[in-house]
Structures are given as structure tokens and as C-alpha cells.
């Protein structure tokens, strides 16, 4: 309801949109504390302590929230600096999953930026752009690729 009545050129829709998404998702799930206070020490900028929170409700049988999980787990694992377990835990999600679009996104900036093999990191923007030709990021990415062959 606080959605439906929020102007999308108000700062914070985007947010609101990504919590309505989050609580939907988690609905009944008992987890969903624990998620919570994970994203508080994100918000907080406790990195350390959020990833611990999620690694303990990263096996749980919802495959779509496992997933999500992962993913915010792996994101973490990115910005500490541990591209390695990103990687481990990216490479995890499930391929029919509504998180695979930035799951392979994610790897293929590591490989890219990151570890600097500009092959594998090729080969990931490809399969990108065959999987997800509808994507908002298909246009940046086939920019990239040029760039990467020139």
C-alpha cells in the first residue's frame, strides 16, 4: 500500500521497491529476521558481521531464497576484497533462478576488472548476451565486449 501511493521520482522508491521484493519473498519464511539484521549490519557497513548472519541461513530449503542469499552473500565476499569465495558461492546459484541475470553479471566482472582474464570474462559476457537478450544491461555489455576484442 505505502508503495502504491509513493511517487517513483521519490528518492527512496527504488529501496522501497527492493524491501516490498524482499519481505515477498522470505513471506512466511523463519529466516527472514536473521536476513533482516543481516541487511541492518550492511546498512551499518558491518560487512564481517552480515556475511556470518548469512552464511548461517545460507543452506535452507527455498532454492529461490538460498539464492538470494548466496547472491548477497557472494556480492559481500566481492566488496571484502575475497573475489575467490565470491566466485565459490556466485557459481553456487542456480541457473533458472531469478538471481542467475546478476549472478553471471557479477562473475564476469570479477573475471573482467578484478582478476584481469579478459578471456574467461569474454566467454561469460557471450553467454551474457545469448541468456538474457532482454536484459537492461545487454546494450553496456555489448559495449564492453567490443572494447574487450579491440
Given at each position: 500500500l505505502m508503495i502504491k501511493k509513493t511517487?517513483?521520482?521519490?528518492?527512496?522508491?527504488?529501496?522501497?521497491?527492493?524491501?516490498?521484493?524482499?519481505?515477498?519473498?522470505?513471506?512466511?519464511?523463519?529466516?527472514?529476521?536473521?536476513?533482516?539484521?543481516?541487511?541492518l549490519k550492511i546498512f551499518q557497513n558491518k560487512r564481517t558481521e552480515a556475511i556470518n548472519i548469512l552464511e548461517s541461513i545460507l543452506e535452507i530449503d527455498n532454492v529461490e531464497i538460498s539464492n538470494k542469499i548466496k547472491f548477497d552473500c557472494s556480492y559481500l565476499y566481492f566488496l571484502q576484497g575475497n573475489f575467490n569465495k565470491s566466485l565459490e558461492l556466485v557459481n553456487s546459484i542456480a541457473d533458472n533462478s531469478s538471481f542467475s541475470e546478476h549472478s553471471m553479471l557479477l562473475k564476469a566482472e570479477i573475471y573482467d576488472y578484478k582478476i584481469r582474464n579478459k578471456s574467461i570474462a569474454a566467454d561469460l559476457y557471450m553467454e551474457f548476451l545469448n541468456n538474457f537478450p532482454l536484459s537492461i544491461y545487454y546494450e553496456s555489455i555489448r559495449i564492453r565486449l567490443r572494447e574487450l576484442a579491440g
Open positions: 511517487s517513483q521520482d521519490y528518492i527512496y522508491y527504488n529501496d522501497l521497491l527492493s524491501i516490498k521484493h524482499d519481505v515477498l519473498l522470505f513471506a512466511d519464511d523463519i529466516n527472514f529476521q536473521n536476513y533482516s539484521l543481516a541487511m
